[in-house]
């Protein structure tokens, strides 16, 4: 199972903001719609061993997690807007510690980094971190942020995990998505 798990800094955490204005009223909600589509979709077709958490710390009720698991996710299409709303409609759920299902193979609950990384052993996604095509065994969870870095309380947080990077340019989260989906897929069947 291939798990990414992004940080959304700024993104809503409840279910009122406005489906026309994803980048600014939402919070870069936008970009994290492209990191679901991008964790998912293949050509004609959803990727089935994927997980995708999106850590969301913005106003007006932080920290809230959104759960997407591809094995079970229904409804999910390949654009921006109608990734939103299934957001927008999980957000909108009155959410505990625990996950609760929004929609089918969609999950929210009212918890952030610090509860996801108790979960997870991670592999964060670092301009300075080792070339992905160099490390012989790849974690299968994968941390990244939005377009801001993280925070200097979220690098606490992570601490001394393994970092990685796969390309000597700064990408935004959606493209280093799809660079990693690109190694795995290579390494599963033999092309070096």
Sequence with gaps: MRRFAVIGHLAKTDGTFPLDDLPGSAGRMDLLCRCVQTAFFLSHTL?????????LCGAPVPPKTILIKGDEVRYLNPDERS???????????PAGREFRQSTTGIY??????EAFLTEHQIALADEGGEDLRHIPTIPMTFLLSDHL???????ALVGDC??????PRSLHADHVITLIHNELDRRDVGWT
């Design 47 to 55: 990727r089935r061993d994927v997980e995708c958490y999106l850590i």
């Design 83 to 93: 990734t939103a709303a299934l957001l927008r409609k999980a957000l909108a759920l």
């Design 108 to 113: 929210i609950r009212a918890a952030g980094l």
């Design 149 to 155: 870095n993280l925070t200097d309380e979220e690098r």
């Design 162 to 167: 393994p970092r990685f990077s796969v390309s």
